[in-house]
């Protein structure tokens, strides 16, 4: 059952896309094979690890591959005719130009229609011809020798990717609508220091309900990824001593929306919800044990709709928060999915939310960040060891050394006590290796024979 787990959830992706099951149906299959989603979903704690393929959006391999064999040949089209550029009367710069748009969506048109291999191959030459609008653009400007502000360029080929995406619809093309979408928001924040908080709302209105309709879990994790950044570079003007609270406090939300998506309609996306979210929540943490929170004005100090841009992630967490822990569905069960949530949900009301409305916590931050990021190490060396989870011990053991040496010089002074931070976590590690092989061997023996 555990072989065909990608096929089924690619397949249930696809009815759905082609309307011949509603979402209350894709549910039922869902809970009708535990074995292939609902127990990777329901069961996924922060720190588990899936197997599982992203439905609907491909394996995240092929995505990839096929993105850098498209912008290599696209580039290599483009300095093809660079070659000649300066040779080429302007009316036949832009007949080449045109051509190549047509030619590349017309045909990836004509095999995007097919089912099969043939449509991949398709939806590759759409995206090369949305690489080559790009290169357009750029071509047009010179050869006509345009003064614009060249940052709306890239908001213009976002705007092409982004349509694109939704026409065909195409991971690919959303991806590269994401990735331009930074771009543009980078270079008008940090060249021309204008804020652009459009950039964040494109991501929440434009690309996420994409992601979520096509069951794209490569999709959904570059927007994941994407929504942070662009909202940092929204939230950048106001002061960077919001930047931080403002990243956790996306971050906890993505793992109230990991809980929700089950209630939702959509199960597999929650693996994408608590991968992302534990990258971004852990250096984070990590990097909150050496500053804490830089100490701040306060919020209510930001003037205008900067005011808005810092409220939206703190009613956005705390509304999705309570409604985790409000629902019977999403309410955590167990210890170790208490200890999760509420690990999240301490350094929230303990450091973020006072930092927010302009508490000093600087120094119980540090503090907080420090004993929060030691429970995470030892939560996982014991899942790990419990359950024989290879992956998760090993992160564990590297979170409590990366951790002890991190403290290292910090709180040490002599040689005599910095050796024996090391004699112990030496001795630590080795009797977590010892319990491992232990717990593995148990398992072994238990485990039925057929």
């Known amino acids: 059952m555990e072989n065909n787990n990608p096929w089924l959830r690619a397949e249930i992706a696809q009815w759905l896309r082609e309307g011949i099951i509603n979402d209350e149906q894709a549910k039922v299959l869902y809970a009708r094979y535990p074995a292939v989603v609902v127990a990777h979903s329901r069961g996924r704690r922060l720190g588990s690890h899936s197997n599982s393929s992203s439905a609907g959006g491909g394996h995240w391999g092929k995505v990839i591959f096929a993105a850098l064999g498209v912008a290599i040949f696209g580039m290599g089209v483009v300095l093809l005719f660079a070659y000649n550029w300066g040779e080429m009367h302007r009316y036949l710069k832009l007949a080449v130009i045109g051509l190549s748009i047509l030619l590349a969506h017309g045909v990836g048109m004509a095999m995007f229609r097919v089912d099969g ?10 995206l090369l011809g ?25 908001l213009l080929w976002c705007l092409a990717a982004m349509s694109m995406a939704w026409a065909l619809p195409s991971a690919a093309q959303g991806i590269l609508a994401a990735v331009l979408l930074l771009l543009w928001s980078g270079l008008e924040t940090f060249e021309f220091q204008q804020a652009m908080p459009q950039a964040s709302w494109i991501l929440l209105l434009g690309l996420l309900p994409l992601a979520w309709w096509q069951r794209s879990s490569s999709l959904l994790a570059v927007v994941l990824v994407s929504l942070p950044l662009a909202y940092i570079v929204g939230v ?43 990258v971004l929540w852990l250096l984070l ?6 500053i804490g929170l830089p100490s701040q004005a306060g919020m209510s100090a930001v003037p205008g709709f900067g005011l808005l841009q810092l409220l939206f992630p703190l009613l956005l967490a705390t ?27 301490a350094v929230l009301i303990v450091v973020v939310v006072p930092a927010m409305f302009g508490a000093n916590v600087v120094g119980v931050g540090r503090l907080v960040f ?24 090993a992160l564990g053991c590297v979170m409590i050394s990366v951790l002890a040496l991190a403290r290292f010089t910090d709180l040490f002074y002599s040689l005599l006590a910095r050796s024996s931070v090391f004699l112990i976590l030496g001795g630590v590690l080795f009797v977590i290796g010892q319990r491992y092989a232990k717990q593995n061997t148990r398992r072994i023996l238990e485990k039925p024979r057929a």
């Open 319 to 345: 509304g999705l928060w309570l409604w985790v822990l409000i629902s019977a569905n999403s309410r955590p069960q167990g210890v170790e999915a208490w200890l999760e949530s509420g690990l999240v949900l």
């Open 236 to 278: 950048w003007t106001f002061g960077e001593q919001f930047l931080a609270p403002v990243l956790l406090l996306l971050t906890a939300s993505y793992f109230a929306f990991a809980r929700l998506s089950n209630s939702l309609g959509n199960p597999a996306a929650e693996s994408v919800f608590n991968d992302v979210g534990v």
């Open 130 to 154: 949305t690489l080559l609008f790009g290169a357009g653009i750029w071509l047009v400007a010179q050869i006509y020798h345009f003064d614009a502000h060249y940052p709306d360029g890239f």
């Open 285 to 290: 943490i990590f990097i909150g044990t050496f």
């Open 117 to 126: 291999p043939r449509r991949r191959v398709g939806e590759s030459l759409h």
């Open 370 to 393: 420090n004993l929060v990021f030691l429970t995470y190490s030892l939560l996982y060396v014991y899942r790990g060891t419990e359950h024989g989870r290879g992956k998760i011990l």
